[in-house]
């Protein structure tokens, strides 16, 4: 269970599961969009790493409850 205050972070490369995660976390008046911060976003790990060589884009988002 996510806090009150507590923050989700969303990452991912498939473009279609990044739009429904948005959508479903901007239309809850719960949540509000806020900064991955960068140390998190310097994160990257071994599948995320092949997937860049390719050239396939990493998305990201962070919402707050």
Excluded: C, H, N, W
Excluded at 5 to 24: K, N, P, S
Aim: aromatic residues 12%.
């Amino acid at each position: 269970m996510l806090e009150p205050g507590g923050t989700i972070y969303l990452r991912t490369d498939d473009r279609a599961y990044f739009e429904q995660m948005t959508l479903v976390f901007g239309q809850s008046p719960a949540f509000r969009p806020v900064a991955t911060p960068v140390e998190l976003s310097a994160v990257v790990t071994d599948f995320e790493r092949e997937f860049q060589k390719r050239g396939v884009e990493t998305l990201r988002a962070a919402y707050q409850l």
